[in-house]
C-alpha cells in the first residue's frame, strides 16, 4: 500500500502567515508523529497521536504551534504567525500501536519564513 | 535523555570496505532502531534490535546491541555508492511515546 505522504512539499510563506502542513498516514497505523528538522540538526519531537488524541505535546516550542488529528487518520499540523526560527524541514511519521515497531517517514515539508 | 549519540560524526571508506557506526545511549530501553537519511531528506527505517537480543542481520546489515555497555554497532559490509547518506540511531524507552531522538548521526560517504 502507500506510503506516508504530506503535502505541500516545499512552503514559502511570509513572517507573521499562518501555515497548515498536512500528513496521510499509512492506512491501520494509529500511531503519529511530528518532527521538525532544522538546517544541519538532529531530529526534533513536536508531538505524538495516539488515535485522534495527543498524550504528548511535550515537544511543541510554543503557543503557536497546534497540531489535529481527525478519524484516526489524517493530521494537520498549524503554525500560527510563522518565524523565520520555524524554517525548518516537518517530517511526519505513523507506526501500528503500542508495539515498538518501526516509524514510517514521509517525504517531509520544507517550510521557508521569509 | 534517550537520546543516542552517534561515533564516528563522519566516515569515508572506499566501495567495497565494511563500514562500522556505533551508537552509545544512557537510558534503559526497549528496543533500539537504525535510521538512514539520504541528502534527499527521507528517513528510512533499517533495522530494530530488541534489549533481549545480542546481533541481528538484514541483508548486508548486521547491528549488535550490548546493553551492559549500553552500545550499539551497525555494521554495512561490501558497500556501495548508494550506501552514502547519514545514519542515526534511536534507543527507545521502555515507557512512553516510543519517540525517536536522534542524535547528529554518522555521515557516511562511499567513494567510487
Known amino acids: 500500500g502507500a506510503g506516508v505522504s504530506q503535502s505541500p512539499s516545499n512552503k514559502v510563506t511570509e513572517k507573521g502567515k499562518d501555515v497548515e502542513l498536512r500528513c496521510d498516514p499509512i492506512?491501520?497505523?494509529?500511531?503519529l508523529y511530528w518532527y521538525r528538522q532544522s538546517l544541519g540538526q538532529g531530529l526534533e519531537f513536536l508531538i505524538y497521536f495516539q488515535g485522534n488524541s495527543a498524550p504528548d505535546k511535550s515537544g511543541l516550542p510554543s503557543d503557536r504551534f497546534s497540531a489535529e488529528r481527525t478519524g484516526g487518520s489524517v493530521s494537520t499540523l498549524t503554525i500560527q504567525r510563522t518565524q523565520q526560527e520555524d524554517s525548518a524541514v516537518y517530517l511526519c511519521?505513523?507506526?501500528?500501536?503500542?508495539?515498538?515497531?518501526?516509524?514510517?517517514f514521509g517525504p517531509g515539508t520544507r517550510l521557508t519564513v521569509l | 535523555s534517550q537520546q543516542g549519540e552517534e561515533d564516528p560524526q563522519a566516515l569515508s571508506i572506499q566501495e567495497g570496505e565494511n563500514a562500522t557506526m556505533n551508537c552509545s545511549y544512557k537510558?534503559?530501553?526497549?528496543?533500539l532502531q537504525w535510521y538512514r537519511q539520504n541528502s534527499g531528506r527521507g528517513l528510512v527505517h533499517l533495522i530494530l534490535i530488541r534489549s533481549n537480543e545480542r546481533e541481528k542481520h538484514s541483508g548486508r546489515l548486521r547491528v549488535t546491541l550490548d546493553t551492559s555497555k549500553k552500545s550499539s554497532s551497525l555494521l554495512i559490509t561490501a558497500s556501495r555508492a548508494a550506501d552514502t547518506a547519514s545514519y542515526f540511531c534511536a534507543p527507545l524507552s521502555i515507557q512512553g511515546a516510543q519517540k525517536l531522538v536522534f542524535g547528529q548521526g554518522t555521515r557516511l560517504t562511499i567513494n567510487p
Open positions: 537510558t534503559s530501553i526497549n528496543n
Open positions: 492506512s491501520g497505523h494509529t500511531a
Open positions: 511519521a505513523s507506526s501500528l500501536v503500542g508495539s515498538y515497531n518501526e516509524q514510517f
